[in-house]
């Protein structure tokens, strides 16, 4: 990403945020007002797209990506490889007489046709079939973007086979929408608000991640090939102190989240919030939310580029959830809400919550949604990375429950016992100190421990993976919830009496979903052993997460709202057991390359140099004890890495011959997993009594303190 040149770094802010967008201001100023209506309709009420626009529409965005220096367009999009891709093709088209034209059309802005064997299909497409299609997003803005000295158009779309069905991240979440809002809108209707045309999830996604020095990084293949540490003992010192969380901002870290947010403002990121995180070297941004779609190709755009811009600062960006063992893991808190085209949120409960009858449907809505479909909001985080996160003591259980807190559990409880009359009020804070103000006191504490969260007026989903997309957790919870949606509006459709029927309604699902409802402490032995009791799910791995999503209940309501055809239900499935057995064995021949190539013939020459200084200690007449005993362990560890390397070498070519992707997913959990965690324990060993300058791979230390 090339740095802002002189005038636009002389741009005040309102005026270089969204620069580079083709957004609603450009498309008024540069489109003819019949076209800019016809598009916003499509854009902001859902209406379809009407292909006479294309080719002007597509005029408007090549003269105005043209006067920024680009050269090219790009169709942007999210396959199921959970990262992005791109093709670029030049504006230019030969004239005939040996010159060339500069055109753009409907057609080429609309429609592209990148090789669709190539990507994850899950067995939708052969390998011989190549073609696929990419279809312009309109929802999504257009935007500018310059890598090194090359500046393209590019152009959010979704990917589909030539037979029709997605192969990408972002078409189910478009599906997911549109049911959202169909279900929406018949219960507030229900309700009596006439004037709300449309309903949209919005999304604000907090990225966690780690910024350590790019030249020990790249001189660790564990980091280079898998995102994270393979080996690593323990640092002397961790996050015990608790000194880095909110700590002042080092100023090499503090120039990096200048230019990313620079970067980030000028393609219409709302970029809001930086900090440091709990662990040495971790950090987040959080945005301002945006439309759960725009949302989530901004999140897509702001890993991509950290890792870019990390680089010109001469770090190396890590999005692995557990980059490092035994330090603090990354998430991406998913903070999730659903509001109306007049500027209502549905998920704000106002000053009296239990007087408002809208908010009250709409939160039940998700309790309901949540509970019944758990096991599928917990197959959207299930990834190989956050195997290693959930349920450790940084990040919530594989457990899915919801807090409410004090205000909401107490209405809740006043429905279950047939009707709610009042609201807990949160008073004032009040110091004792006549220069500090007393401040409003929220309503209820937060709790950083639950895994569904409200938190004043949207709830937070902390169970998402730093380096994954946000796309499956936002479209499962989009249609979940249009499921109960759907059953509340036909119960209240028509309701001769609605204050009764709400009530009654509420008070059913209130006695049906307490179980899901817990304010404790998420982390504690206890809380595992009550939700056991309670009959919440508990799906301690990603294999078994991913099995959950092809369970009966949770394909039927994908394929109710048209989300997921039933087909591609199991393509994905499939993807993405595929993805877990990639991953798992990339790992361990990244690790048995390491020991055997690298670790191994250290610690051999380690021993070997204090043999030679054990008979030299000899020949001088001095018994070497503390030499010998260290030469023992040494030896000792030798061996029994020998032998860890022969068993991984041995579970790797056994899961890889196990059969299908169900059988082969789960031999890598079972045999290739704690195989690698064996050989991890043992050169972790060694590592604390290696000497310094034998070991061939910088340490956790070097990692997480190197500024």
């Given amino acids: ?379 959207t985080v299930a990834t190989p990375g956050n195997d290693h996160r959930l349920g450790a003591n940084e990040a919530p259980p594989a457990i899915v429950s919801i807090f409410l807190g004090d205000q909401l559990t107490d209405i809740y409880q006043q429905i279950k016992k047939g009707g709610a009359s009042s609201s807990k009020q949160g008073g004032h804070l009040q110091l004792g100190v006549t220069t500090l103000p007393a401040i409003p006191k929220d309503t209820t504490d937060r709790n950083r421990t639950s895994p569904f969260a409200f938190t004043g007026n949207k709830f937070e989903f902390r169970m998402a993976g730093s380096s994954q997309s946000l796309s499956g957790p936002n479209f499962v919870l989009n249609t979940i919830v249009a499921e109960t949606l759907a059953e509340i509006a036909d119960k209240l459709e028509g309701a001769k009496n609605l204050n009764e029927a709400v009530q009654n309604l509420l008070q059913k699902y209130a006695k049906e979903h307490e179980a899901i409802i817990y304010n404790g402490d998420n982390y504690t032995e206890e809380w595992v052993k009550e939700a056991a009791k309670r009959g919440l799910p508990n799906i301690r791995n990603c294999v078994d997460g991913i099995h959950a999503m092809v369970a009966a209940e949770n394909a039927k309501v994908l394929i109710k709202h048209g989300v997921l055809p039933e087909k591609e239900v199991h393509a994905r499935h499939e993807i993405l057991l595929e993805n877990y057995v990639k991953v798992i064995n990339i790992e361990a021949k990244t690790a048995l390359q390491m020991a055997r190539r690298q670790i191994f013939p250290h610690v051999i020459k380690f021993a070997g140099d204090i043999a030679s200084s054990i008979n030299a200690v000899k020949a001088a007449g001095v018994t070497p004890t503390a030499q010998s005993k260290l030469l023992k362990q040494v030896n000792t560890g030798i061996a029994e890495m020998s032998d860890a390397i022969d068993k991984l070498a041995a579970a790797t070519d056994k899961a890889a011959d196990a059969g299908h992707a169900d059988k082969k997913a789960a031999a890598y959990r079972d045999l290739v997993v704690p195989a690698m965690a064996e050989l991890r324990k043992i050169v972790d060993g060694l590592e604390v009594i290696v000497g310094a300058c034998h070991w061939p791979l910088p340490t956790y230390a070097d990692m997480l303190f190197s500024r």
């Fill in 1 to 379: 990403m090339s740095c802002c040149c002189e005038s636009e770094n002389q741009k005040s802010l309102p005026e270089l945020f969204g620069s580079d967008v083709f957004n609603d201001a450009v498309q008024r100023a540069r489109l003819p007002k019949n076209i800019y209506k016809k598009l916003r309709a499509t854009i902001d009420d859902g209406k379809e797209l009407d292909p006479a626009i294309a080719d002007v529409v597509a005029n408007a965005m090549k003269d105005w990506a043209l006067e920024k220096g680009a050269t090219h367009y790009c169709h942007w999009f999210q396959p199921m490889t959970g990262i992005t891709a791109e093709k670029h093709d030049s504006f230019i088209s030969p004239t005939g007489d040996g010159q060339v034209m500069l055109e753009f059309s409907g057609k080429d802005l609309t429609q592209g046709e990148p090789d669709a064997s190539s990507f994850p299909s899950g067995g939708i497409r052969a390998t011989f079939e190549a073609r696929g299609y990419t279809i312009w997003d309109c929802t999504s803005p257009v935007f500018i973007k310059t890598d090194g000295t090359n500046t393209t158009l590019f152009i959010p779309t979704s990917f589909a086979s030539y037979t029709g069905e997605a192969l990408d991240k972002k078409t189910p979440l478009l599906r997911s929408m549109q049911a959202l809002n169909k279900q929406a809108v018949r219960v507030l209707r229900a309700l009596g608000n006439t004037t709300s045309k449309r309903v949209t999830a919005t999304l604000g996604g907090e990225q966690e991640y780690f910024l350590v020095e790019r030249e020990l990084a790249e001189k660790r293949s564990d980091l280079v090939y898998t995102g994270r540490t393979l080996f690593g003992a323990p640092p002397p010192k961790g996050q015990e102190l608790e000194d880095q969380y909110f700590g002042a901002i080092h100023e090499r870290v503090a120039s990096f989240m200048a230019d990313l947010n620079e970067a980030l403002w000028k393609l219409g990121v709302n970029a809001k919030t930086q900090h440091n995180e709990v662990a040495p070297a971790q950090h987040e941004i959080a945005p301002v939310y945006a439309t759960v779609n725009i949302g989530v190709d901004h999140n897509q755009l702001t890993m991509e580029l950290m890792q870019r811009i990390a680089r010109k600062h001469d770090f190396a960006c890590l999005l692995h959830e557990k980059p490092f063992a035994g330090v603090n893991g990354s998430g991406k808190h998913n903070n999730w809400a659903i509001g109306t085209d007049d500027g209502v949120n549905l998920l704000n409960p106002g000053n009296n919550p239990h007087d408002n009858m809208q908010f009250l449907v709409f939160l039940f809505a998700v309790i309901r949604a949540v509970h019944k479909y758990s096991s599928l909001l917990r197959a």
